[in-house]
C-alpha cells in the first residue's frame, strides 16, 4: 500500500509512474517529470501558487496526491505553449509586463486559460474571480487584468 | 511530509470491508484540501489513509422525494453548477463566492466539509439552517441522522470507524421561504471567516409574517456551527419590520458565544454577527417579496 502504479496523462503525453503514497501530484511533476514550471508556494492551499489544469479544473497540485490524481489528463503551463510558439495570453502578459517576479506567472496563467476556455469575453469581476485563489505579491494584479483582457480580445478575433 | 500508506479500494464492498476490518489509525481521504493541510502542519499524522476519490457512483445532486440530495463526493464547483440549484438555492452561490478560489472549490467536497466538522467551514450554517440530513453506511447498513445530532464536538461525528458519509439531503424550500448567506474575514477570499451566518426565512408574503425562521452561526465559542434557537425564538410569529429584526440582534447578543483568537476578538465577532443577522434577514425578506435585493 505504499507504492502505487500512477497512469497520468501530463500534457497530452501518457506517463506510469511508481509512486510512493506521499508524494504529491506537485512533486510528481516537479521531481519525476521534471516539468518545473509548477512551483511550490505555502504548500497548504492557500496561495494557489502550485495550480495546474486536471481534467480542464483548476486544482492546487500541493492539495493532490499523487495516486488521487490517477487516470487524469493534467495541463501545466510546460503545456500552455512554448519559447517557439507562445500562447496568446503568454504574449499578453509580456506585453503588458504583468510578471515581475513571476512565481505566481504559471498559475495565473491557467487560472487565465480556465476561464478564457469557458467564458471567451469574461468581465473584469469574472477574471478577479477567476484569479481569486492565486496570491501575487508584487504586481497588485492591474496588469494581469490588463493582460487577461488583451490575451481574451486576440483569441476572440482569431476564432 | 511523513511517510504513510494509501490503500486505494477499487469499488464500495471493498471500500467498507477494509474499514470494518480496519478500525482504528485510518483516515478517509476525499479530495484532500482540509487534510492535507493538517498532515502538513503537523496536526495530524496519520500511519493509512484511505482514498475515496474512486468512488464516482457518489458524485451526483439529484432531487428525489421532495429532497435535494447531494452524493458526498460532489464538490463545490459541482454543486452550484447543478441544475437544480435553482435561483431559490442561490445561497450555496453566496457559500461558493466565498468559500475559496477556483482551485479550493474545484476539489472541496460537501461530504468532507461535513466530516471535517470544524468551525472554520463555511458551508455548515447552511446545510444547518436546511435542515440537512447525512446518510451513512458501513458492512452493517445504512443510517441517516441529522446534521445537527451529526457534528458533535470540533473535528468530532457520530461517524463510526467502520463507516463512511455517503449522502447530504435538504428537504426542498417551497416558494415562502428562502436563505441567505454571509462571511466576514479579513478579505473577500481566501480566508478563514471571523463568523459567519446562514438564515433560513419562511415568511408571508401579504402579512410579512414570520412563519418559520432559523438562524446558524459558525466560529462559536464551542468550536462548532451553532443555531441560534432563542432569537429564532424571539422572531417567529413575529411581522417582519426593522424593530423586530435589532429586537432579534439584542436577544442574539445575550444568547451567542462566539470564539476570540488571533484573527478578532469576541466582542468584534459578537458585533459583526448581529450586524450580518440583519443584513441577510432583510435581504432574505425582500427577496420573498420580490423587491430588489440590496445586499
Known amino acids: ?69 490517477r487516470n487524469k489528463e493534467i495541463v501545466t503551463i510546460e503545456g500552455v505553449g512554448t519559447a517557439e510558439k507562445l500562447h496568446p495570453i503568454q504574449r499578453a502578459f509580456m506585453k503588458w509586463n504583468a510578471s515581475q517576479c513571476g512565481y505566481c506567472i504559471p498559475a495565473m496563467i491557467l ?35 490588463e493582460a487577461i483582457k488583451t490575451a481574451a480580445a486576440e483569441m476572440r478575433a482569431a476564432d | 511530509m511523513r511517510i504513510f500508506d494509501m490503500f486505494v479500494p477499487e469499488n464500495l464492498v471493498e471500500l467498507l470491508q477494509f474499514l ?25 499524522t496519520p500511519k493509512l489513509l484511505v482514498d475515496l476519490t474512486g468512488l ?23 454543486l452550484v453548477a447543478s441544475p437544480l440549484i435553482d435561483p431559490r438555492y442561490s445561497v450555496f452561490k453566496q457559500v461558493a463566492m466565498k468559500f ?21 467551514e463555511d458551508l455548515l450554517p447552511v446545510l444547518l439552517v436546511l435542515e440537512a440530513q447525512v446518510q451513512l453506511r458501513s458492512v452493517n447498513g445504512e443510517r441517516t441522522i441529522p446534521l445537527n445530532d451529526f457534528i458533535t464536538g470540533k473535528r ?4 463510526r470507524p467502520n463507516e463512511i458519509l455517503t449522502e447530504t439531503s435538504l428537504p426542498e ?39 418559520d425562521v432559523r438562524i446558524s452561526f459558525n466560529r462559536t465559542s464551542g468550536k462548532i456551527p451553532q443555531r441560534a434557537q432563542e432569537t429564532e425564538n424571539a422572531l417567529k410569529g413575529k411581522r417582519f419590520n426593522e424593530q423586530s429584526i435589532t429586537d432579534a440582534a439584542t436577544v442574539l447578543r445575550g444568547e451567542l458565544k462566539l470564539t476570540s483568537d488571533f484573527r478578532a476578538s469576541e466582542e468584534y465577532r459578537t458585533e459583526v454577527a448581529g450586524a450580518i443577522m440583519k443584513r441577510i434577514l432583510r435581504s432574505c425578506a425582500q427577496k420573498l417579496s420580490g423587491e430588489q435585493i440590496i445586499v
Open chain 2, 20 to 44: 470494518d476490518a480496519h478500525q482504528s489509525g485510518v483516515h478517509l481521504i476525499a479530495n484532500g484540501t482540509d487534510l492535507i493541510n493538517r498532515m502538513q502542519r503537523r496536526q495530524i
Open chain 2, 100 to 120: 475559496g478560489g477556483p482551485s479550493i472549490i474545484n476539489m472541496a467536497t460537501i461530504g468532507g466539509n461535513i466530516c471535517a466538522a470544524s468551525s472554520s
Open chain 2, 173 to 211: 424550500l417551497d416558494t415562502s421561504s428562502t436563505c441567505g448567506y454571509e462571511k466576514i474575514g479579513m478579505r473577500n477570499s481566501l480566508i478563514i471567516a471571523f463568523v459567519n451566518c446562514a438564515v433560513y426565512l419562511k415568511m408571508n408574503n401579504q402579512t410579512k409574517n414570520i412563519d
Open chain 1, 1 to 69: 500500500m505504499s507504492k502505487h502504479l500512477l497512469n497520468i496523462t501530463v500534457n497530452g503525453k501518457k506517463h506510469a509512474v511508481v509512486v510512493q503514497s506521499h508524494e504529491r501530484l506537485l512533486d510528481v511533476l516537479r521531481d519525476r517529470l521534471g516539468l518545473k514550471g509548477t512551483k511550490e508556494g505555502c504548500s497548504t492551499g492557500d496561495c494557489g501558487i502550485c495550480a495546474v489544469l486536471m481534467d480542464g479544473k483548476l486544482v492546487n497540485s500541493c492539495l493532490v496526491f499523487a495516486i488521487q490524481a
Open chain 1, 111 to 145: 487560472a487565465s486559460k480556465e476561464l478564457l476556455d469557458r467564458n471567451p469575453n469574461p468581465t473584469t469581476e469574472e477574471i478577479r474571480n477567476a484569479t481569486s485563489g492565486i496570491i501575487c505579491r508584487c504586481t497588485g494584479y492591474v496588469k494581469i487584468f
Open chain 2, 156 to 159: 468530532k461525528t457520530l461517524l
Open chain 2, 56 to 78: 464516482n457512483e457518489f458524485k451526483y445532486v439529484r432531487r428525489e422525494g421532495g429532497m435535494i440530495r447531494i452524493g458526498a463526493l460532489t464538490t463545490i464547483s459541482e
